[in-house]
């Protein structure tokens, strides 16, 4: 598992879509993380 992945599914548990758009501090749009949430894990 990718750090990447890790992050998006812990965003994923607290209910936090882990593509959401935010802006950074020069307005410009950045995804929260850049990778899917690993489902599986919640099997």
Avoid: C, W
Avoid at 1 to 27: K, Q, S
């Amino acid at each position: 598992m990718h750090p990447g992945e890790l992050l998006a599914t812990i965003y994923h548990a607290f209910g936090i879509d882990p593509e959401t758009i935010v802006f950074n501090h020069l307005n410009q749009p950045r995804e929260l993380v850049k990778a899917q949430a690993v489902t599986s894990l919640f099997a």
